[in-house]
């Protein structure tokens, strides 16, 4: 039990982190345009992944539970998965390659279910659906934010009162800032609540039949997990000098509002099917997809392709990383 | 041809090429559409982009 105890508080923990390290895009757009103060923004952010397990579904949670068959499932897989997740998230943040937490959590369970019982243990579907949003999930953001600000444009290009048409966008970011954050809390924080649930299944402490319906998942999981993530985007709030929002793009308020709803939208798509994405990549993708509106200079492409890389490497290396962890857990044992 | 006009171009293909890749979970709906509406999507976006850097390198 007490083993149990300490890798669900590791879980957690990466939760926080992942809550701390998303901070700066749910708040970026909001904060650079001055519509809220940066304790406001993090608080608005916090309180809307708080509570969007009572707006969408908990199909992400199920999926990532089931990526590793339950029957192998032990608390020895799940350390060596999370240990390879937070090793390959702390390896890329010092090289500076934007990777996903998200990705490396579901590579990292990947390396050490193949390590302790072969491929055959692998969710297939899960895997497949997974690898296809990796590419998938920025370009439905940059398609829609492009299609979005486009639209928007040509609409308020003859109205005269600019100033009039900023305010407005400027109130319409808290809405769009809102919607991304709850997008943000329900795939993010679902992922750990999966990882917690397939290690208590594995450890005999939860029936397998809660991965029938996953809206039987014990109460106190679903909460631990928000709330870590609301923490998380809480203490993360302060970084915020140095944003997605200023790194690839200059934005402006209806820039913001079209990125952000465009990637809420994604978010929510993914989530209300069972996808587990990255959101740090999805609002990468709009943002993309709002200033290659402008003019495709208007994009830092060099930050684009690293994003490229880490699509590429992520899954891969945290799965390595992981079956070498399960080898030395084995070891151990 | 146009930069942007390719970008899209390219991500109407790669899009495309994952259509056959997307899972389909039985009693669940089917989300290939994703990957078609992608595919149209860009390949709109591609087309607009072509004509409208054309229509500005006749306008200069």
């Known amino acids: 039990m007490f083993l149990v105890v300490v890798v669900v508080g590791i879980a957690l923990i990466f939760d926080f982190v992942n809550g701390f390290h998303d901070a700066a895009n749910s708040i970026a757009t909001v904060v650079a345009t001055r519509v809220l103060k940066p304790w406001q923004a993090v608080i608005w952010a916090a309180f809307f992944n708080f509570i969007s397990f009572l707006i969408l579904p908990l199909e992400v949670a199920n999926a990532i539970a089931k990526i590793i068959d339950p029957a192998v499932v032990s608390i020895g897989l799940v350390f060596a998965g999370l240990m390879g997740a937070i090793f390959w998230n702390v390896l890329t943040a010092w090289l500076g390659l934007p990777s996903s937490s998200s990705h490396a959590l579901i590579g990292g369970m990947i390396g050490a279910g193949v390590a302790k019982a072969g491929w055959e243990v692998v ?14 999930s920025p370009l439905i953001g940059l398609l829609l934010s492009f299609t979005a600000i486009v639209v928007v444009m040509w609409l308020v290009h003859r109205i005269r009162a600019k100033r009039k048409v900023n305010q407005t966008f400027r109130g319409l970011q808290l809405l769009s800032a809102a919607a991304f954050s709850i997008g943000h809390g329900a795939n993010d924080a679902q992922k750990t609540m999966g990882i917690i649930a397939a290690l208590l299944i ?35 709030g302060w970084r915020i000098v140095k944003t997605m929002g200023t790194k690839l793009t200059k934005l402006e308020p209806m820039g913001g509002v079209c990125a952000e709803s465009a990637a809420a939208a994604t978010l929510f798509f993914a989530s209300h099917n069972g996808i587990p994405v990255s959101t740090t990549h999805t609002i990468t993708g709009a943002i993309v997809g709002v200033g290659s509106s402008k003019r495709i200079s208007a994009v830092r492409w060099n930050v684009a392709r690293r994003v ?9 290396g945290s ?15 | ?23 389909h979970e039985e009693g669940k709906p089917d989300i290939s559409w994703v990957g078609w509406w992608l595919v149209i999507g860009y390949s709109i976006l591609a087309v607009l982009s072509a004509l409208d850097a054309w229509s500005r390198s006749r306008k200069s």
């Not at chain 1, 490229?308 to 891969?316: E, G, K, R, S, Y």
């Open chain 1, 202 to 236: 594995g450890a005999g402490h939860l029936n397998a039949s809660v991965l029938d319906n996953p809206d039987t998942l014990p109460l106190w999981i679903v909460l631990s997990c928000h709330t870590a993530i609301a923490l998380g985007t809480m203490f993360g």
């Open chain 1, 123 to 136: 969710d297939d579907t899960t895997l497949k659906k997974t690898a296809v949003f990796i590419v998938y």
């Open chain 2, 1 to 23: 041809m146009d930069r942007r006009a390719i970008f899209f171009a390219c991500a109407a293909v790669i899009c495309g090429l994952l259509i056959p890749f997307i899972p």
């Open chain 1, 308 to 316: 490229v890389w880490a699509w590429v490497l992520t899954i891969p």
């Open chain 1, 319 to 333: 799965a390595a990383v992981a079956a070498l962890t399960y080898g030395v857990v084995e070891v151990f044992n």
